[in-house]
Structures are given as C-alpha cells and as structure tokens.
C-alpha cells in the first residue's frame, strides 16, 4: 500500500465517507495527526488540574517513586495526542514546583538583607512611583469570578485555568497506548511504544503484554482511561457495552475526549457519569436536566469540560 503523508483531509467525516474507517487509518497509518490538538491539549490539562485537586495530591502529593505513580492507558492513541497532554502536564506542574522553589529562595535571601527593601522603592530621580496608577471606577475592567475562571456564553464561570497545579518532583504517569492502525505514528511522535489491540480486542480480555488481568489486592489495573477521538467509531452498541463492560473492571475513571457527545454510555454498561465540578456522581437531575443537548452546543456545564470545540466528559467504574 502505499504511504500516505498527512490526513489526506481534515475533514474527517470526508475521510470515513471516501476510504471507510479501517481503510483511512490504513493509509495515514504512519503520518496521522489530529487537527484538534489544541483545544484536546486544553481539556485534558483542565481535567488533570481537577483530578489532581480531587484525588491527586491526596495520593501523590508527597514524594513518590515513578513506579507509584498514575497508571494510564491511551486507548485507541491516534499518533500520541492524550499521551503527549499527560506528560507535558506532568512536566510543567514539576517545572512549577522547582520556580516556586528558585523564587522562594531568592525572597528568603531579600529578607535576611536589611537593605532589600530600601532598593525596592523606585528612586526619585526616575519618576516612578511605588503606588499604582489611578484608574476611575466606571474605566475599570470587569474580571470573571473565580481565579482563572472560565465564563461560558451566559457568563457562568465552570472551570480555573489549564495551568498545571505544583506537582512532586517525583510524580510519574505510565501511560500503555494501543491502537490497530496507528502505532507507527504514535511510536514516530512520541518515542513510545504503541500495541496494535483494537476495540474488539481489548473487549475479548486481551492485555498488552507483561500485564496481568487480574491486579493485585483486587486494585484497577490502570487508574484511568483516556480515550481520544475515537470511541464513536464503535457504532454498534452490542460491541459497545462488551467494550465498556469489560474495561469496567480494569480502571477507575474512562474520559472520553471528542467533538461531539458520542457515544451515549449506559450505567447498565459498567459506568457512571461523574460530575466533574462537583467530583461526584451526576445523577439523573443533572444528567436529563437540559435534554440531551446539541451536538454542536458549546456551552461549558459541570458535566463537560469545553475548549476550542473539543468536549471531555468522565465516567466512573461502577467496580470501583
């Protein structure tokens, strides 16, 4: 076959309508990129900021080996997107950890100077001044609620910044990836291995290798799931709640990144919808509240974290 660069379109329904699903992926096995990486960059780093505040640092928060650390899998990988979030967001909590360290230093050193704080006030001579300017009250900007809050259309603020929480020094995430068709891509972006395991595989019991199917102590084998981009393909719903039944038993949480609301998931199917604002079960008042909502509503709720038209909801393991 012969190798493709790119996506040979970025419209993706075009892409499954001209070559079908298996066939696409086939031919970008090795170039594939999704155009939405942005706004997935965005969802997944707000998420992992809520996660961490929930259940995180309670965990992790002191010093942990890598091997203690947060067990993923990246299921159905495309070239490597949700991988490349996690650790970038791991990266840049220690990276803000070791700033607050060199700053906390440097304000410790000014303080044991007795001078410090006179060389602080601006000089005379330069025209500046230690006050800050007077701004009238009817010229002052409006700020959203909340730190580093986000407001939606009708200006009710869901969710804080994407930027990352102070993270242990130590704090690892081992991410499995799998994925049929691009694993070549994934391994080419990322440097890591990706086992070809499908849908249907992983629904059938099969592991990547080295990974036992029952956990020790009766614990998940992967405390999360992420699956980008990709469980809508699964279109039959039979096939479906095998998938999600099985994988039920073997993680905690499963987010499902996507550009629309597909798929619905069924509690009957293993899994609970879980509030992300709340960090608790959604329940059915929550859940019908508004209906089942536009495919294209963009409107950030509790439920699902919302950026750049990229959609991330999370559900827990009934199991679990």
């Not at 006030?121 to 701004?135: E, H, L, M, N, Y």
């Not at 799931?225 to 095998?242: G, K, N, W, Y």
């Not at 073997?250 to 987010?255: I, T």
Request: proline share 7%; hydrophobic share 35%; net charge negative.
């Amino acid at each position: 076959m012969t190798a493709i660069h790119g996506n040979l379109s970025h419209a993706m329904r075009d892409n499954y309508n001209e070559h079908g699903v298996d066939e696409y992926y086939k031919k970008v096995a090795a170039t594939y990129r999704n155009p939405f990486f942005p706004g997935i960059k965005k969802v997944i780093w707000t998420f992992m900021n809520r996660w961490w505040e929930e259940e995180g640092k309670d965990l992790y928060g002191n010093e942990v080996t890598v091997s203690s650390g947060l067990r993923a899998l990246d299921m159905a990988a495309g070239s490597g997107e949700a991988t490349l979030c996690l650790l970038e967001w791991a990266t840049a909590g220690q990276r803000s950890l070791c700033s607050k360290s060199a700053s906390s230093v440097s304000t410790n050193s000014s303080l044991d100077d007795p001078l410090a704080a006179l060389r602080a006030v601006p000089s005379i001579s330069t025209g500046t001044s230690s006050r800050p300017a007077f701004i009238p009250p009817n010229a002052r900007r409006n700020t959203p609620s909340g730190a580093g809050g986000v407001s939606n259309r009708k200006g009710k603020s869901v969710f804080g910044s994407m930027d990352p929480p102070q993270l242990p020094k130590n704090f690892g995430i081992d991410i499995i990836a799998t994925d049929p068709y691009t694993s070549p891509a994934y391994t080419e972006r990322t440097t890591r291995p990706c086992h070809e395991l499908s849908f249907t595989d992983l629904a059938n019991g099969l592991l990547p290798p080295n990974l036992s199917s029952i956990s020790d102590e009766g614990q998940p084998i992967w405390d999360m799931i992420i699956c980008s981009f990709a469980l809508h393909l699964v279109t039959s719903p039979s096939e479906l709640f095998a998938l999600l039944y099985e994988l039920s038993g073997k993680a905690k949480w499963l987010v499902i990144v996507a550009p629309h609301k597909k798929p619905e998931i069924k509690e009957t199917w293993g899994w609970l919808r879980y509030d992300i604002a709340s960090w608790s079960p959604a329940g059915e008042g929550k859940l019908y509240a508004g209906g089942k909502g536009n495919e294209d509503d963009d409107e950030e709720t509790e439920l699902e974290i919302i950026r750049d038209k990229v959609k991330l909801r999370l559900y827990r393991s009934n199991a679990f």
